[in-house]
């Protein structure tokens, strides 16, 4: 019997010939029978790829024979096999949409002027240190951190990933400049953007959680800072790390759940927290 997995990486670097590369990730997850999201940009790749777990190999190895992508941090997580309706391979002026491209500056190790990257020890060590100084900006969208996040985090309203440069440049966050700041995100990917972005205008102690709250629940589940369910951009809509105390709340009827779905209209693209109950 197959078993699904689900592979998210991203790699920040610089492609002289996006549509190339492009290509040959759409022939490549095309031989394999996979689907997922892929977007290349001239700034680098950000994939997440779903399908039966020998095929995922391939899919990985193929993918690091590419000399760009050699080094490229994989997450491996579970699927249903279900994960993903397609396959979609584009070509954008950025891999993470900020509506900055000129901002963002890539070589061959990664974003220019970004924050620094903390592994899950060294976030705790960073704790240990500074204790209640130290500031968890959430770098997604808010709907996400509805159902999961770090204890006491700063949640800006943003409904896209576009809102954050109109979110920081209108002195609502000027407060945290002199803070030690540590953006998170669900891979790592819109913190390297969002913390050179916060360092261009004037934070000067950005810190990125290297990884994400992936790799952070993969290592303490539910006994360290984290808490809550993570929101994840497949069929699955949320994971779990362990048995997490559930922190949302329905849209509509206010009880607890950690279940996200499609609101008001059942077959639209706005998300909301609903029970499952609420959701039928």
Known sequence: MATPKIVLFYVF????????????????????????????????????????????????????????????????????????????????????????????????????????????????????????????????????????????????????????????????????KDRPVVTYCTGGIRCEVLSALMRNRGFSDVYQLDGGIVRYGEQFGDSGLWEGSLYVFDKRMAIDFGSPAVIGRCAECGSPTSNVANHPDRDGRDLAVLCEECAL
């Open 13 to 176: 670097t610089p492609l002289p010939d996006p549509e190339a590369v492009c290509l040959w990730q759409h022939s490549v997850c095309e031989s394999l029978g996979l689907h997922g999201r892929i977007i290349v940009s001239p700034h680098g790749i950000n994939a997440t790829v779903g399908g039966d777990i020998h095929e995922v190999k391939r899919y990985v190895k193929a993918t690091r024979k590419y000399a760009a992508f050699k080094n490229a941090d994989i997450k491996w997580s579970d699927g249903t096999g279900d994960d993903f309706p397609r396959l979609s391979v584009k070509v954008r002026p950025e891999i993470v949409t900020f509506g900055a491209p000129e901002e963002v500056e890539v070589d061959g190790s990664g974003i220019v002027g970004g924050g620094v990257h903390l592994t899950p020890e060294g976030l705790h060590d960073l704790v240990a240190e500074q204790g209640d100084e130290v500031a968890f900006f959430d770098g997604r969208n808010a709907i996400e951190a509805q159902i999961g996040r770090f204890r006491g985090a700063i949640v800006p309203d943003a409904n896209t990933t576009r809102d954050f440069i109109s979110l920081l440049d209108s002195g609502a966050y000027d407060h945290l």
